[in-house]
C-alpha cells in the first residue's frame, strides 16, 4: 500500500522534469509514453512487482510438487507400518510363526540333499556311462529311423486295421516300408563306439522294424541289459553313498509330517482370523453409516444389517493349544531327525566316483552337523515362543528394512523385506557405474583434450544421441544380444577362470549393469566434460609454461582442477542409475532373492530383482490399500530418499573440492 | 648501438632475436626485430597497448606455438646461441631454461608446496630433499618464505593476490630458469604488492636475466636495466634505461614519453 502510494506521487512528477532534460521533442516520443504507461499500478499492485511474483510463484511450482509427491508418497506408503504390524501379529497369534521356527532352517535339508543326489549320479556315471551311452544312441538311431518311415508305417497300420483286410494292399505297403526302412537305416550314422559287426546288425534290425513287432529287437534289449548290470555294478561298489543319499532324504519324512499338521492346523487359524477382521471391519463400517444416516427407515436396516453380520472371533488362545501342545513331540522329532542324519553324515563315505562328486560329498559332511546344529538351537527356542507377545513398530521397520524376504501373494505368509530388492538395486549400480566411469570419463579427457575439432563433432552428437534411445529399446536389446553374447562368451574354454563362468541365466545383474553403464555414460560423459572445460585457460598457460607436456598438463593440473566437477558427474550418473526402471526390469532376471555373495565376484552373473523394477512389476496388479500395495509404496519413498541423497552429495562434493576462489 | 660494443667484450647474449617477422596467421604482429638480452640485466619492453610486446616475449619461450597458424615467418631467435626452432631443440628443456609469469596471477588449485614444486616434479624429480630444498630457496627468493614456511600445505588459492604472484614468480624459478619472462607482472595488483614484486626484481637479476613487459613507464626506470621500446610491431628504439628515458633518439620514443601520442 505504501509503496503504490509513493509510486503514485513520483509518476506525475517526473513529467516535467524528463521534458526538460531531453532535447525537446515536438511531441512525446513513443518510448517515454509506453514507460509511463507501465507505471500505472495494476489492481493496486506495482506491476513490477507483479512480475517479481509471476515468476517466483513458477519457480515455487517446482518446489510446491516436489513436496506434494513427498506428501503423497509418505501418505500412502507410512499406513504400511500399521497394516503390516497387524499382519506379523496375526503370523504369530495363529501359530504361522511357530512352525516357521522349524520350518524354515528345514530347508537347508533339501539343498543338502540335492548336493547328495548330483554326487550320487556323477558317482554312478564313472562306470555306467558308457553303456548307457551305447543305450542311449541306440534308441536315438532307432527313433531317427522311425522318424523318417513315419508315413509308410501309418499307411501299414491302418491297412492292418482294416475289416475286412486286403491282402495285396497290405503286401503292397509292406514292401514299400521294407524298402524305406533299408534306406534309413543305411543312410545312419553310427557312432564309433558301436563296433561293424554291432552297426550290421543295427542295421539290419532298424531295417526289419515293423509295426507289428512290438518287442525291442535284440540287441537294443542286449543293450539295455549290460546298462543295466553296470548300473547295478556301480550301485554296489558306490552303496556307502547311494545308501547314505537315501537314508538322508528319508530322514526329514516323519519330521516334515508333524510340521505339516501343525502348519495346517495355523493356517486354518489364520484364515478363519482374517475373514473375521474383513467381516469385522464391514459391521463398524454399517455402524458408522447407521449412525450418521437421518432417514430412520434407513437407519434402521443399516442396523439390522450389522447385527446380522456378527460372526464369532476365533479363539486364538485355545487354537494355538493345539499347536504349542505338540511342542514336545516337535522337539522329539527334531532331535531324532538331527541323529539321523547325523549317522548319514558319519556312515559318507570319503571317496566318491569323481573330483567333483567328492567335493560335493564334503561340502554335504561338513553341512550336516551345521544344519543338525541349527535344527537343535531352533527347537530349544520353541519353548520361550509366546503366542501373545505383542508385535512391536521397531520390529516391523527392522522386519521391513532388514527383512531378507519379499514373498507376495503367499499362501502361506506375505513377507516384505527389503534387503533382497534393495541389495540387487545396489549390486546393478555398483556394476553400472564401474564400467561407466572409466568409459565416460576418458572418452571425456580424451575429447575435451586431444581431439581435433573434427573429432569432437563427431564424438559428442554421437554420445549424446544414446540419450535418446528409449530405455525399453535398451531392454530389448539386453534380452535379445547382450545376454547371448555374455552367455556365449562365458562358454569359452580359456575364459572359465573368470569367477562366475559359465554362466547359468542369460539375464542378470551384469547384462542390466552393462546397459544401464550404457545410459549412464551421456550424463556422465557430458558434464566431466563440462567440468573440464571450465578448467581455467590460466592453469594451462601455467602448466605449458613450466615445460610439461600435453600428458602432463592434463593429469597433473587439469584433471585435478576439474574433480569435483567429475565426481558430481559421476554421482548424478550414479543418481540415474539407481532411478532407471525398464531396462532393469527386462534384464535383470527378477529373482527375489539377495543375491549369494558366497559366490565371490561371480554374483555379478546373478538374476535379481531391484526397488524401481518391483514398483514396476507389481504395483498395476495389487489392490489399492492393501498391505502389498502400501510396502511398494513404502519401496518407492526409500527410493526417493536414495535419489535426494545421491543429488545432495553430487553438491555436496561439488562444494567441497571447488577450489575457492581467491 | 650500445648492444653492439657489449657483445664484444662479455659472452654471447642470454637471448637474441635476429630480424625477426612475426605473423599471426596473414596478420602480420612483428616487424624485423633485433633485441639482444643481457645476463642478469632487467630488460624492459615498453609500447603502447597491442604493439605487440607480449607477442615478442611469448616468441622467447615459443609459447605462440600453441596458437594455430601463428609462426616467426624470417629471423631467428637464439637462447644462449641455440636457435630455438631448431629441429633439435626440445621444447620442455627450452621452457626449463625459459621460465614465465603471466599477468594475471595463476597457481595451481593445489598447495602452496605443491605449487612451487611443480616444475620439478613434472621435470623428474623425485627426491623429497631435493624439493624441500628448493621450495625453501624459491620461496625464500620470492620473499614468500618467512611469510609462508608455517602453511606450506594450504591451499594457494586462499593467498592475497600480490603474495599468489609472488608464488608465481617463485614457481617459475623453482627450476633454476636462465631467462625469467613477465607479463605485466604488476598490472592486477595494488600498488604495496606492486612495490614488493618491484623490490623482488633487482633481487631476481643477481641470479637470472629478467625479460618484463611493462606499461607503466615508471615501472621501467624503477626495475630495468634496459628498456626496448615498440609501436607497431616494430622495435623503434632499444638502450639503456636511463639513456633511453633521458636522452631518446627517436621522435617516436620521445612523443610517447612525454605523452603526446598521437
Ligand atoms: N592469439 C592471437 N591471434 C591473433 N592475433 C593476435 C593474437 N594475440 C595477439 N594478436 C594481435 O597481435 C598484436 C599484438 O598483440 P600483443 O602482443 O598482445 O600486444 P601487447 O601485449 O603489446 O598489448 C595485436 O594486434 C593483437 O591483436
Ligand atoms: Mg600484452
Known amino acids: 500500500m505504501f509503496s503504490t502510494a509513493g509510486f503514485c506521487l513520483i509518476s506525475g512528477a517526473p513529467d516535467s522534469r524528463r521534458m526538460n532534460s531531453l532535447p525537446p521533442p515536438s511531441r512525446p516520443p513513443l518510448r517515454s509514453v509506453l514507460l509511463m504507461s507501465r507505471k500505472r499500478t495494476i489492481l493496486g499492485l506495482d506491476p513490477q512487482k507483479l512480475i517479481k511474483y509471476f515468476f517466483g510463484s513458477n519457480a515455487s511450482v517446482a518446489i510446491i510438487v516436489l513436496v506434494l509427491i513427498m506428501v503423497f508418497l509418505l501418505r500412502e506408503g507410512i499406513d504400511f507400518l500399521p497394516t503390516y504390524q497387524r499382519e506379523l501379529q496375526t503370523y504369530r497369534r495363529a501359530g504361522l510363526e511357530f512352525c516357521d521356527i522349524i520350518d524354515q532352517p528345514l530347508q537347508r535339508n533339501q539343498a543338502l540333499s540335492s548336493s547328495l543326489r548330483q554326487a550320487v549320479s556323477a558317482s554312478l556315471e564313472t562306470l555306467s556311462k558308457p553303456a548307457r551311452d551305447r543305450r542311449d544312441a541306440a534308441f536315438l538311431l532307432k527313433r531317427q529311423v522311425e522318424d523318417k518311415t513315419v508315413q509308410q508305417r501309418e499307411s501299414l497300420t491302418q491297412a492292418l486295421e482294416k475289416t475286412p483286410p486286403a491282402p495285396e494292399q497290405i503286401e503292397v505297403f509292406r514292401r514299400e516300408l521294407g524298402e524305406t526302412s533299408v534306406a534309413a537305416a543305411k543312410a545312419l550314422v553310427y557312432p564309433a563306439f558301436f563296433s561293424a559287426a554291432e552297426s550290421e546288425q543295427l542295421q539290419r534290425e532298424f531295417a526289419a522294424l515293423t509295426p507289428e513287432v512290438t518287442d525291442l529287437p535284440p540287441l537294443l534289449q542286449t543293450l539295455v541289459a549290460e546298462f543295466s548290470a553296470k548300473d547295478r555294478e556301480a550301485r554296489t561298489k558306490f552303496a556307502a553313498l547311494v545308501q547314505a543319499q537315501e537314508e538322508f532324504e528319508e530322514a526329514t519324512e516323519p519330521l516334515q509330517e508333524v510340521v505339516d499338521e501343525l502348519k495346517a492346523k495355523a493356517l486354518e487359524t489364520k484364515e478363519k482370523a482374517v475373514e473375521f477382521e474383513v467381516l469385522e471391519t464391514n459391521r463398524q463400517r454399517l455402524l458408522e453409516a447407521a449412525a450418521t444416516e437421518t432417514d430412520p427407515k434407513e437407519k434402521a436396516s443399516l442396523t439390522k444389517e450389522a447385527e446380522e453380520s456378527v460372526s464369532e472371533a476365533v479363539n486364538l488362545k485355545e487354537s494355538i493349544k493345539e499347536i504349542t501342545g505338540r511342542t514336545a513331540e516337535l522337539r522329539e522329532q527334531v532331535e531324532k531327525y538331527a541323529v539321523v542324519i547325523e549317522k548319514a553324515a558319519a556312515v559318507l563315505p570319503k571317496e566318491a566316483g569323481t573330483g567333483a562328486a567328492r567335493k560335493l560329498v564334503n561340502e554335504v559332511r561338513e553341512g550336516i552337523p551345521e544344519h543338525a546344529r541349527e535344527m537343535r538351537a531352533a527347537a530349544a527356542t520353541l519353548e520361550g515362543w509366546r503366542w501373545d507377545k505383542p508385535v512391536s513398530i521397531f520390529s516391523v521397520i527392522g522386519a521391513f528394512f532388514f527383512g531378507t524376504q519379499w514373498i507376495t501373494n503367499s499362501s502361506w505368509q506375505d513377507f516384505f523385506g527389503f534387503v533382497p530388492l534393495l541389495s540387487g538395486s545396489l549390486v546393478i549400480a555398483a556394476i553400472a557405474i564401474l564400467i561407466a566411469t572409466p568409459v565416460s570419463v576418458v572418452a571425456a579427457i580424451y575429447t575435451n583434450q586431444f581431439a581435433s575439432e573434427r573429432e569432437k563433432e563427431l564424438i559428442k552428437p554421437v554420445i549424446e544421441f544414446i540419450q535418446a534411445i528409449p530405455s525399453v529399446v535398451l531392454g530389448f536389446i539386453g534380452i535379445s544380444l547382450v545376454g547371448n553374447l555374455i552367455k556365449d562368451v562365458s562358454e569359452w574354454g580359456w575364459l572359465q577362470w573368470v569367477p562366475g563362468f559359465p554362466i547359468q541365466e542369460r539375464l542378470n545383474m551384469f547384462n542390466a549393469g552393462c546397459l544401464l553403464a550404457f545410459m549412464a555414460v551421456p550424463t556422465m560423459f557430458s558434464l566431466s566434460e563440462d567440468a573440464l572445460n571450465n578448467v581455467p585457460r590460466a592453469y594451462i598457460d601455467a602448466s605449458d609454461a613450466l615445460g610439461a607436456t600435453k600428458l602432463q598438463t592434463v593429469f597433473r593440473v587439469i584433471v585435478p582442477a576439474g574433480i569435483s566437477g567429475i565426481l558430481s558427474a559421476i554421482l548424478l550418473g550414479l543418481g540415474r542409475v539407481v532411478g532407471e526402471t525398464m531396462v532393469v526390469l527386462l534384464v535383470a532376471g527378477n529373482r527375489i532373492a539377495i543375491p549369494d555373495f558366497s559366490a565371490g565376484p561371480g554374483v555379478i552373473f546373478q538374476p535379481a530383482h531391484t526397488l524401481t523394477g518391483i514398483i514396476a512389476q507389481e504395483l498395476g496388479e495389487v489392490s489399492r490399500g492393501s498391505s502389498h500395495w502400501q510396502a511398494l509404496f513404502m519401496v518407492g519413498i526409500v527410493l526417493f530418499a536414495i535419489s535426494l541423497l545421491v543429488n545432495w552429495c553430487a553438491r555436496a562434493v561439488a562444494r567441497r573440492f571447488e577450489p575457492h576462489k581467491a | ?262
Open chain 2, 1 to 262: 648501438m650500445s648492444a653492439d660494443s657489449t657483445a664484444q667484450s662479455t659472452p654471447p647474449p642470454v637471448v637474441q632475436v635476429r630480424d625477426m617477422d612475426f605473423c599471426y596467421g596473414a596478420s602480420k604482429a612483428l616487424f624485423d626485430i633485433n633485441l639482444k638480452v643481457e645476463y642478469h640485466r632487467v630488460t624492459a619492453l615498453i609500447g603502447p597497448s597491442g604493439c605487440g610486446k607480449s607477442t615478442l616475449l611469448r616468441c622467447i619461450n615459443r609459447m605462440n606455438d600453441r596458437v594455430p597458424s601463428a609462426r616467426v615467418t624470417k629471423g631467428e631467435v637464439l637462447v644462449k646461441g641455440k636457435n630455438i626452432h631448431d629441429a633439435d631443440v626440445d621444447l620442455t628443456q627450452l621452457r626449463k631454461q625459459v621460465g614465465m609469469v603471466f599477468q594475471k596471477s595463476n597457481p595451481f588449485p593445489k598447495s602452496i608446496y605443491e605449487n612451487v614444486a611443480y616444475g620439478l616434479r613434472i621435470h623428474g624429480e623425485k627426491n623429497k630433499s631435493v624439493l624441500d630444498e628448493a621450495v625453501e630457496r624459491s620461496l625464500t627468493h620470492a620473499a614468500l618464505w618467512e611469510e609462508l614456511k608455517d602453511r606450506l600445505q594450504a591451499n594457494a588459492l586462499a593467498l592475497s593476490g600480490g603474495q599468489q604472484q609472488r608464488l608465481c614468480i617463485a614457481r617459475a624459478i623453482a627450476t633454476v630458469p636462465d631467462v625469467l619472462l613477465m607479463d605485466e607482472p604488476c598490472s592486477a595488483l595494488d600498488p604495496i604488492s606492486t612495490l614488493k614484486i618491484e623490490e623482488l626484481m633487482h633481487q631476481l637479476a643477481h641470479e637470472f636475466t629478467v625479460v618484463i613487459v611493462t606499461h607503466n613507464m615508471q615501472q621501467a626506470v624503477r626495475v630495468s636495466d634496459y628498456t626496448a621500446f615498440l609501436h607497431l610491431g616494430k622495435l623503434i628504439e632499444f638502450a639503456p634505461t636511463e639513456e633511453l628515458f633521458t636522452n631518446p633518439r627517436e621522435k617516436l620514443t620521445e612523443a610517447y614519453l612525454r605523452g603526446t601520442f598521437s
